[in-house]
Each structure stands twice: as C-alpha cells, then as structure tokens.
C-alpha cells in the first residue's frame, strides 16, 4: 500500500468555521473505497477536497502518482479527472436526459473510442437507462434521477469515481434497485471509487477497502474484513456487526440447491439459485448468527461448523461480549466474529487461544451477475 | 389617421430605438453585475447593489440633474464627446442612452441577479465535476437556468425606459427627432391643447403597458411550473 504508482495518498488539514478536519488515509487505487463515519464527522468534506470543490491550504492529494495538490499546486475542480455523484441527482434541469449523460463527455470522432474508455452504449446497458434518454429529468423519479446522474459522472471519463451518499436520499425500495447496479459497475468497470456512506449495509456490499472517520479524523483504513474484525473499532461492537468475504464458487449441488463457496480457511455451504463453478460472490456473515461450540455437533441441522481459534474476547456491555475468530484448523484464515453471551462464555470455559467450533446460523449472499433481485438466503435457524 | 400631424410617429420610432439600444447594452453590462452581486462574497457587494438600486428611490429631477452635471461640456460626458468634436452629451441622443442605462438599470439587474441566486451552487459545482470551465458552465448552465430572468429583465428595462420623463426632460430637452420621445412629445401636446394627438400616444402607451404587464404574469407562471 506504500506503492505511490498505485495508490491514493490524501492528507486534508484544516479549520471550517468551527469544525477542524485533520484526516489522512492511503487507500489502494482499485476497488471501491469506503468513507464510513457518523453524520458530521468531515467525510462528505473530505470528498470535496478530493474534487477540488473546496480547498483547504497545507492539503495534499495524489492518485496513482499523480499529484492534484499540494503545497505548491492545486488542480481546480474541473481541471481534476473526477466523476462527481451527489446526494441529489443534481441534473441539469434544462437539458434532456441524453444532454445530461453527454455533457461531460469528451468529443472524439464517431466510432473511434480507446479502449480504455467507458463507453456510451455500454453505461446505458448497465445502469438501464436506454427507456430514458429523450425524457427530461423532471419527469423522473428519485431512483432514476440518480441513475442518470451515475451516468453523467461515468462518461466523462473518469479516473477517480466520488460517490456522496448517493442512495440516502433515496427509500429502501429504491435503494435495493439501486445496488446492484453499482455492483456490477464495481465488477465491470476498473475504476477507482471512493464512496461516502454512513449506512453501513451499502457499505458491506460495495466495498473493498474502508476508511474509518470520527469527529474530523481518520480513526482507521484498511480492507474491509480486516476493519470489520477489529475488537478495538466501533463496526465489531455495534449491534449490527459482520463480517463480509469475496468467496469463490467451488460447486454446485443441483439436487439440494446448495452452493459451495471458498474461503481462506474454510468451506461455506450456503441455498442459492444455480451459480456457475470460479464465480466470485460477496457473502456477509452476523456476529449475532454465530455461536459457539466445544466439540462438533454430532446431530444438527447447522450446515456450516466450522472449524476455528479465538484471537480475542471483548465485553461488549453486562451480558454480551463480542469473539474475534480465525477460521481453519490451524487457526490462521479469514477472521470472523461472533456475539455470545458472557454466561455462556464462562459456561464453556472458553479462552483467547482455543481451538472452538463455529455455527454458522445464516449467510447472506450478495446478489452476482445478471441477477438484479436481491436474495438473501438464510438457513432456518437450528 | 387623416388630419393627423405627420411627425406623429417620429416620437414612436424614437422612443423604440433609445428602449431598444438601451436594453442590449444594459443586457451586455448588467448580466456581469448581476453575477458578481450573485456569486461574489465580498462584504461590500451589497453597497454596489445600493448604488445600483438607487434609480429606484431618487426622484428623476435629481438622477437627471446630476446626469446633465456629468455629460455637460465639463464634465466627462463633454471630454467623450470631444474625442468626435462634440462639445457635450447633453441634449443629444447618445446621451439620452447612457442616462437611460443609469435609469433602468436596477429593473434589469435585479430580475437576473436573483434568477443567478435562485440556481445556487450546485448546478455550477456539478459543471465543474464534468470538466466544464467557468467561463463554459457561466455560458452553458448558469445563463439556460436564468433564461426567464433574462426575459424579465429585458422586457422591464424596455418598458422603463419608454415610460421615462423627468431625466428625458433634464439631459435631452424636446429636440424632435433627436431627443423628443414619447413622453415628452405626450407633454407636448398637452401643453399645446393638441388633446386628440395626445390621446393617441396615451392610449398607446396604455395599450403597451397591459401587454408588457400580461407578459410578464405569463413568464413568471411558466417559470413557476418549470421550478414546480
């Protein structure tokens, strides 16, 4: 991640009236990034300053080599290659839906695009945007808006994609539209993207890598999994902590309608509609659907008992603590996390270091290619 | 028309020319001032709104009194002259203009200044996220999104300045064909008992006024329905 060619450097210092925002992360220039953080912690400022929409001086700011600002230099906002996604669609009201999408777009001579860039036909496809294209954007609807103003961000060609929250103003309906296709951006389009939530559910499906923020600063950046397990942040104590994986389809069972998914450590069997063998899915684990066991369950309707080591116990208040877990028999695979109770804890005599079974109540699996229905599949609990 | 006067009309054609010369420039000059009041936040800006806004409040005598101060052979408006032999600006045509573009300012600034306002920040910002320069989001997003106060604007500095007396009177006199326009030339036959002449230019002026007034509910209705 010290690898200045391919990551994003950001160091943003500085007072705004009475808020101070002192945060700097390097995060890797691939794969999406999220900004997570309570309402008001500085992370929808921090993407200004990454656009150059707001300057703060002694910042700095590099992409893949490429430095946008620092001491001596700033990049205005439309001098940086960005794409901008805000809260509101914010489309240009006097212009058609097709005005909007090309209206950052560079011209070049028809039928000659590079390879490299994204092409017009190929963001209408994905963000399904070919019923729209004549309509003007006050005719549209809330979800549509934003898929239009996804669009407009893509075809300018950016190197780096800013994503402020894009779905909060949008209801749950809308949102779980919404998703997959920024799922399949993120699976179809290597472009960078930084993402600005403070959902933590958008969050567990889109991103990669996180950066975490409080109050102005960056309390910590990481990949996902790696944040998400860590005892001393506040994802791994919150009542709804998880942990997600990228797994890989080993087989499908027909006959049960069950997937085999791959994981460092482990083997997930988890209900799903055919999948094809080498696909990569993102499944979500709860702490809350994870207990724990001495030995093996002998007779149980658990499908996954898995195998793992405890790294770390912490109380999460008077009844409840919260285990850190690394799968395998060896102890040293993916971590996961679960939530148990301090009496069950003492019940089991259970201590940092011990070999125990994991069950696995219900995995969630994210949604993959093709499938724009959301299904979330989970065993009946045992 | 049988009977009628035939310099009727010179006033008439007059009176268009001057509203129509001095709304182009006051377009070309006030759209400038009208986006810096908009978007600049320099603590003084309001103190130019004010001046800018003072044709609204000062009594015309007054406005016109210090116009004639300024374009008389003293005063700049004589050195501009100069350049062409002129002695002055006073009681000329040109004259007539700048101190109309003085007087109708306010009318046509105000409505585009606040059509800028009403955009906000946001529409610009998002210009800017999309590679258009400052100069290609003022041309391409901000003046699209004003286009009803562009409109406004225009067609109430026209309508001021046909409607204006007091200054007319003070720096352009009654000189026909040169500075007599409608109003003056209304007064002047009045003065004159030339009533039904007088009349016609009246009602005239009447009939101008519904309609400049009917246009600007419409436009403003369509604007609502955009914004709505």
């Known amino acids: 991640m010290r690898d200045l060619a391919n990551s994003i450097n950001a160091q943003f210092r500085g007072q705004l009236g009475r808020f101070r925002l002192d945060a700097a992360f390097t995060v890797p220039a691939t794969g999406i990034t999220g900004l997570f953080g309570p309402s008001g912690c500085g992370k929808s400022t921090v993407l200004r300053c990454i656009a150059g929409l707001q300057q703060l001086p002694g910042s700095r700011f590099s992409i893949a080599g490429d430095t946008w600002q620092d001491e001596s230099l700033f990049r205005k906002a439309h001098q940086r290659p960005i794409g901008y996604v805000f809260q509101e669609a914010s489309l240009f009201q006097h212009l058609s839906v097709k005005g909007n999408l090309l209206y950052g777009a560079p011209r070049q001579p028809a039928g000659q695009s590079a390879s490299q860039s994204i092409g017009f036909d190929e963001v209408l496809e994905l963000l399904g945007l070919v019923p729209l294209l004549d309509r003007s954007p006050r005719h549209l609807s809330g979800g549509e808006r934003q898929r239009v103003a996804i669009g407009r961000a893509l075809l300018s060609q950016p190197k780096l994609l800013l994503m402020d929250e894009p779905l909060s103003a949008l209801d749950r309906l809308t949102k779980d539209d919404i998703l997959p296709f920024l799922e399949r951006l993120h699976e179809r389009l290597s472009l960078p993207v930084i993402y600005v939530s403070h959902d933590i559910t958008e969050i567990e499906r889109l991103a990669d890598h996180l950066v975490l923020m409080r109050a102005g600063a960056v309390i910590a950046s990481g990949p996902l999994t790696k944040l998400q397990s860590d005892p001393t942040l506040p994802l791994a104590a919150s009542r709804d902590a998880a942990v997600n994986f990228d797994a890989i389809v080993q087989r499908y069972d027909s006959d049960y309608g069950l997937v085999t998914l791959q994981l460092e450590g482990a083997e997930l069997l988890v209900p799903a509609p055919p999948v094809a063998a080498g696909e990569r899915r993102r499944v979500r684990i709860a702490a809350g659907d994870v207990s724990l066991a001495r030995q093996q369950p002998q007779q149980s309707t658990i499908l996954n008992a898995l195998p793992t080591r405890i790294v770390s116990a912490t109380p999460l208040n008077a009844s409840e603590m919260v285990v850190v877990l690394a799968l395998g028999s060896g102890g040293d695979g993916a971590r996961l996390l679960a939530r148990v109770t301090r009496r069950s804890w003492d019940q089991l005599q259970l201590a940092t270091g011990q070999q125990v079974i994991a069950q696995v109540k219900g995995v969630a699996l994210a949604p993959g290619r093709g499938q724009t229905v959301r299904s979330v599949s989970r065993l009946p609990p045992a | ?228």
């Open chain 2, 1 to 228: 028309m049988a009977g009628l006067p035939p310099d009727i009309w010179q006033p008439v054609r007059l009176t268009v020319e001057l509203a129509a010369m001095t709304t182009l420039i006051l377009l070309i000059v006030g759209t400038p001032i009208a986006w810096w009041l908009a978007r600049s936040k320099a603590w003084w800006k309001e103190g130019v709104a004010a001046v800018v806004a003072l044709p609204l409040v000062l009594p015309p005598t007054v406005l016109g009194f210090y116009l004639l101060v300024l374009l008389g052979p003293d005063g700049p408006g004589g050195a501009l002259a100069g350049l062409w032999g002129g002695r002055t600006l006073a009681f000329t045509f040109e004259g007539l203009v700048i101190g109309s573009v003085v007087y109708s300012m306010p009318f046509v600034v105000q409505p585009i200044r606040n059509a800028f306002d009403a955009i906000g920040d946001r529409p610009l910002e998002v210009a800017a996220t999309l590679r258009a320069s400052p100069l290609k989001a003022f041309w391409t997003v901000a003046v699209p999104l004003a286009r009803p106060g562009f409109l406004s604007g225009a067609v109430l500095g026209f309508a001021h300045t046909v409607g204006e007396f007091g200054i007319v009177l003070m720096i352009g006199g009654n000189i026909p064909g040169t500075t007599k326009v409608l109003s003056v030339a209304i007064y002047d036959y009045v003065e004159t008992s030339q009533w039904r002449e007088a009349n016609i230019l009246a009602a005239g002026m009447a009939a101008f006024a519904f309609v400049v007034i009917l246009t600007m509910m419409m436009l403003e209705k369509r604007t609502a329905r955009i914004k709505g």
